[in-house]
């Protein structure tokens, strides 16, 4: 678990790292703080489950409990989303505006590193689950 935990970290800095340069976590960061109505709203906090923000807290990312801005995601923090392990849309969707402003280069490197930090997840995931399943624990996502 361990060394699925590094390798996914190492993989959601590449990604992180990436964005940043790109201008891609300020242009979230800024329309989430903006917009209502963004992919950041209110409410999409609510498909994270038990599974993912634990694996978070196992990233040694705390997980917050107030919101930042109102009418936005729970999670969306002045630089972006304060999660460190973050589903499939959050971490590869582009609006029409960032996919307008970035090069095809720009576009091209983000998929590349955005799938290695997804497969990398789906691995940590599917690790939490078996141990959490071999441990007895019945319906971990059922509330």
Request: aromatic residues 8%.
């Amino acid at each position: 678990m361990r060394r699925l935990l590094f390798s996914y970290d190492r993989a959601i800095g590449e990604t992180h790292n990436l964005m940043l340069h790109a201008g891609v976590r300020d242009g979230c960061a800024t329309c989430a703080g903006q917009t209502v109505g963004g992919c950041c709203f209110e409410g999409i906090e609510t498909g994270y489950d038990r599974i993912l923000l634990l694996v978070n807290l196992l990233l040694n990312c705390p997980l917050p409990d107030q919101r930042e801005y109102p009418g936005s995601c729970l999670f969306v923090g002045r630089n972006g989303c304060r999660l460190r392990a973050r589903y499939y849309f959050c971490v590869h969707y582009l609006c029409p505006d960032l996919q307008t402003r970035l090069e095809p280069a720009a576009k091209t490197a983000l998929r590349r590193v955005v799938g290695i930090e997804l497969a990398a997840g789906w691995e940590v995931e599917c690790a939490v689950r078996g141990c959490l399943g071999s441990a007895g624990w019945q319906q971990v996502n059922s509330s």
